[in-house]
C-alpha cells in the first residue's frame, strides 16, 4: 500500500520561498512519476509539476514555470518542490500524487500554503 506523507507548507509573504517535501513508502519509489497539484478554496485541483519516473523528465504548469522546482531523491523516497517568488495566488493545499500512468496513482493528504501579500 503506497503511503505518500507531504510536509513544508505554512504562512509566508508575497515573494518569500518554501520547500515541500512528500515522503513516499509502501513501494519501490523509482518506479512511479511523481507530481504536485493545487487545490485552492473553491477550486478545482489542479497540476503544478511533476517528475517522470523512466528518464527524470519535468513538467510544469505555466504559473509556476520559473519559480517552482520540482525534484527526487530516489535514496530517500522523496520529491520535493522548491517554491520561490511566492504570491497570493499560490495559497492553496498542496498534494503530492505517485502515479503509474494508467495503473494506479496514489495521493497524499496535502500541505496548506498560504501567501499574503
Known amino acids: 500500500q503506497v503511503q505518500l506523507v507531504e510536509s513544508g507548507g505554512g504562512l509566508v509573504q508575497t515573494g518569500d520561498s518554501l520547500r515541500l517535501s512528500c515522503v513516499f513508502s509502501?513501494?519501490?519509489?523509482?518506479?512511479?512519476?511523481m507530481g504536485w497539484f493545487r487545490q485552492a478554496p473553491g477550486k478545482e485541483r489542479e497540476f503544478v509539476a511533476s517528475i517522470r519516473a523512466r528518464d527524470g523528465q519535468l513538467y510544469y504548469d505555466n504559473s509556476v514555470k520559473g519559480r517552482f522546482t520540482i525534484s527526487r531523491d530516489n535514496a530517500k523516497d522523496t520529491v520535493y518542490l522548491q517554491m520561490n517568488s511566492l504570491k497570493p495566488e499560490d495559497t492553496a493545499v498542496y498534494f503530492c500524487?505517485?502515479?503509474?500512468?494508467?495503473?494506479?496513482?496514489?495521493w497524499g493528504q496535502g500541505t496548506q500554503v498560504t501567501v499574503f501579500s
Open positions: 500524487r505517485a502515479e503509474k500512468p494508467g495503473v494506479e496513482n496514489h
Open positions: 509502501g513501494r519501490t519509489f523509482s518506479a512511479y512519476t
